[in-house]
């Protein structure tokens, strides 16, 4: 099966502009989490969406950021205006349920980098 | 806060078994234990898991102590491509029962020829 696809694997903004970063996740996983490392830190969890509804949205860092999942099946995350602090890799993660027993499989993540 | 604590690195020779320890003594009963790696900047891969149970899959074997306060990861012939960052995590439920991954700092480990 295909494994969870994130688009772009890098981007370069300019602070105040918006970026979009979509992930897809494996075909039949209706949980979908975000996660972002910045440089130095530790991995960190965003939010988790259930099919289409927001889970678990207490790793969002500000308002800047807007996580969607219409349909339940891809989701996208906007940060709208980016900041330079914003700049990391996020990752995006699906598994088939949340239960202990359903392994996360993460994508290669978006490198985002804001100057 | 991460649940967990291990070493922050480990070198093990080319072809050797590699241990990797991890503590999680505030770990609940029915909190899984997960093991992921991080391979240069790749996102993280998932080896193993468990509960109670020692656990072996095609990658690793999970030994978990009777009392589930610690837990060893065994890769059990290293290779050059198995030097990473290995994150030992519990995965947390809490009131939303999000089951999301709290990652620590993890254990680098360094393959050596």
């Known amino acids: 099966e295909a494994g969870v696809t994130q688009f772009p694997s890098h981007s370069v903004i300019e602070k105040g502009q918006t970026v979009t970063l979509r992930c897809d996740p494996i075909?039949?996983?209706?949980?979908l989490y975000w996660y972002r490392r910045v440089m130095g830190k530790e991995i960190k969890f965003l939010l988790h969406?259930?099919?289409?509804?927001?889970?678990?949205e207490s790793g969002m860092p500000n308002n800047r950021f807007l996580a969607e999942r219409t349909g339940g099946t891809y989701s996208t995350l906007k940060v709208q205006p980016a900041e330079l602090e914003d700049s990391g890799v996020y990752f995006c993660?699906?598994?088939?349920?949340?239960?202990?027993?359903?392994?996360?499989?993460f994508g290669n993540g978006t490198r985002l980098t804001v100057t | 806060d991460a649940k967990t604590t291990q070493p922050p690195s480990m070198d093990c020779a080319e072809g050797r078994a590699a241990n990797l320890p991890c503590n999680h003594s505030?770990?609940?009963?029915?909190?899984?234990v997960y093991w992921y790696r991080q391979i240069h900047s790749q996102g993280p891969q998932y080896i193993i898991h468990?509960?109670?149970n020692n656990e072996t899959n095609e990658m690793a074997s999970l030994i978990i102590t009777e009392d589930r306060k610690s837990s060893t990861l065994i890769l059990p012939h290293a290779t050059l491509r198995d030097t990473a960052v290995y994150y030992c995590?519990?995965?947390?439920?809490?009131?939303?029962?999000?089951?999301?991954?709290?990652f620590g700092q993890g254990t680098t480990l360094q393959v050596k020829p």
């Open positions: 969406f259930v099919k289409e509804s927001k889970q678990d």
């Open positions: 468990g509960l109670k």
């Open positions: 993660a699906s598994s088939r349920g949340p239960g202990g027993n359903s392994p996360l499989h």
């Open positions: 075909s039949g996983h209706d949980n």
């Open positions: 505030t770990i609940s009963g029915n909190e899984y």
């Open positions: 995590i519990v995965r947390v439920f809490g009131s939303s029962n999000t089951g999301k991954l709290i």
